[in-house]
């Protein structure tokens, strides 16, 4: 993979008004990756990507996109855009929205090729006003990838999406990827960023406060999960040292814990006949929520 960004901010500072968008963000894109890009409301995520894309002007620091400035046709027309909001004319079909996006692009895919690719034949010649909020994020999807672009910038993508709409969606990010395209994607589904992402950076209020791959990520957290069948009581595992939390449901007990290879050496010693012992590390849900919350405590001292 190339270590030559094809998108990067530098010391990114941004207000609006009183408030303070971004404030000395910096952030690379890579060839060849899908970077999740995570926060909680208002951390600055969208900001970021309307800089990226030369919607917004920075007051301060530098933006580049393939080492142009992003509001240069040759930058803009290597770049597919699925924004969270995206006005279309409600009268018109999707085929005629992809085809209408193909034609910015020097080499784009086939209209009918990126309708089958996302399983679209049932939707493609109904007026876009018709379709459910879920079907039209799937259309807004094909007009991003259509013109075949180096680097996408998909925003919340699966808002709306069923189960079934979501797997055809992740399957087609995965195949973009490993046919060369990068993908920078925000999404408050954090199982989604923990399937799909190459890389994870994290924003908290304006700065980039943690960034690596999922394993990274994850290692901020030290606390693990245990789940067993056991005769021991809760009450008596919520007693031992290291223990932070447990609960009792469906016969199975679940610790959470520090210290899961002490625990597990006293689960094993006071219950010979134990068994379904399941131990898993920390999610990148919980790693999300531990890092921002230390954050916005280190904002507040």
Known sequence: MSQTPLAALRDARKHFGKIK???GLDLDIRRGE????????????????ELLLGLQRPDAGSVELFGLDPQELDARRRVGIMMQEMMLSPVARPRELIQQVSNYYPTPYE?????????????????????????????????????RPELMFLDEPTVGLDVNAREVLWRVLRDLIHEGSSIVLTTHYLEEAEALATRVAVIGQGRLIAGGTVDEIRAHVSRKNIHCKTSIAEGAVRAWPGVEA???????????THDAEAILRRLLEGDAAIRDIEVKRA??????TEITNAN??????
């Open 111 to 147: 209209t009918s090729a990126v309708i089958k690719r996302l399983s679209l034949e049932s939707l493609a010649d109904r007026p876009y006003k018709d379709l459910s909020g879920g079907q039209k994020r799937q259309v807004q999807l094909g007009m991003a990838i259509c013109g």
């Open 246 to 256: 447990v609960k009792q449901d469906s016969g199975r007990l679940h610790i959470i």
């Open 296 to 301: 916005r405590s280190e904002k507040l001292q």
């Open 34 to 49: 899908l970077l999740a890009l995570l926060g909680p409301n208002g951390a600055g995520k969208t900001t970021a990507i």
């Open 283 to 288: 999610g990148l849900a919980e790693a999300f």
């Open 21 to 23: 968008a971004l404030d």
